[in-house]
């Protein structure tokens, strides 16, 4: 009689253990009948299910990625609301939950379970989505709220995808991406200024923003800011020169940054650069020398406040003055006793500087046309 109750136990842990492997075949059959079932898909287009084409877009081969957009761009507009169930599609309950479960199990369980699953397909399909949504350019305005949804709650690796797509629709999408710009994420920071960059000048609007961004903490969102600005272009100048002029820190030298691409605009940006040479913030003057000589300027105030700039107290300012004045080449003649001097400055970087820019002044002027000399006469 005492033995009973040991017997008992055993056979407890045995029913538990059959009715576990029992509950696994179940889900393996259920797996399998599910994978196998036959199902409707919608929007075909020559023959292929839109999903088919969208997928198409990640291929390694260059000429079945070209098939598959010249297909989405014959498809135009009539291809946007496949897409848009495409971007918001999710993986069926069944598949996430087999695939959490595969974690689990056993490694000698796990090969037989997955090879009869297919694979979660929930990301590339959002990828190849978006992909196909930047194809159809402004014919994808519709698609504007599942992409700024996509965005700021996607996949990470997927929302440069969709912010990509946003700035192809063009306006229409700005004020999804401008939305994003104060999302807490820096990745999303950093993607929505991508597809305003995209935007170019119709971005216009969202100057202040781009500004305000100058600022921001994380280097990247800062230098896509930067970024942004520059491809809107001389509607930013205003705004920029404000900048340059009333902010301070990494405001002033990001707006400097942007303001150095604005080659039609440099008198309008000159003085307020050169203003800001008389910063207090090393870096600050860095930049504005560094701005001056990008907007390629050779008036008679900028080489004399880059000239003076070679006796600042910092090394690095005086460095970008002796690398700014050599992008003018002959132009910056009237620095060279300026340059002559600095030649004797303690730092070798700066002594480097000097004479590499003293010696292209020099190249410059020998091979400047003089007055009456044929423009070729000197050109071997």
Known sequence: MPDAPAQAV??????????????LILLCLAVVVLALRPHKEADVFKGKPMRQWAAQ??????????????????????????????????????????????????????PG????????????????????????????????????????????????YAAD???????????????????????VRAAALLGLSKLGPAAESAVPQLIERLGDNKPEVRDRAVQALASIGPPAVPALVRAIEQERGGVRQGAARAAGSMFARRRVLEPALLEMLQDDDPASRQQAIMSLAALRGSEEPVILGLAAALKDPAPEVRVAAAKGLGEMSWKAQPAVPALTEAL?????????????????????????????????????
């Open 344 to 380: 004797k400055d303690e730092s070798p970087a700066v002594r480097s500087n000097v004479a590499v820019t003293l010696g292209r002044i020099r190249e410059s002027e020998a091979r400047r046309p003089k007055a009456g000399t044929a423009p070729n006469a000197l050109i071997p």
């Open 165 to 187: 797509a946003l700035g192809a629709i063009g306006k229409e999408a700005l004020p999804a991406l401008t939305n994003a710009l104060t999302n807490s994420e820096p990745e």
């Open 10 to 23: 055993p056979r407890a842990k045995l029913w538990r253990r059959v009715a576990l492997y029992v509950g």
């Open 57 to 110: 877009l990640l291929a390694p081969g260059s000429d079945t990625r070209a098939q598959a957009s010249a297909v989405f761009r014959e498809m135009g507009s009539s291809a946007v609301p496949g897409l848009i169930s495409l971007l918001e599609s999710r993986d069926p309950i069944w598949r996430r939950v087999l695939w959490g479960w595969t974690l689990r199990l056993p490694p000698r369980l796990r």
């Open 113 to 160: 379970l997955v090879r009869h699953s297919p694979v979660p397909q929930e990301s590339a399909a959002h990828q190849a989505a978006a992909m196909a949504l930047s194809l159809l350019g402004t014919n994808a305005a519709p698609a504007v709220p599942a992409l700024g949804h996509a965005l700021v709650s996607g996949e990470r690796e997927n929302r440069w």
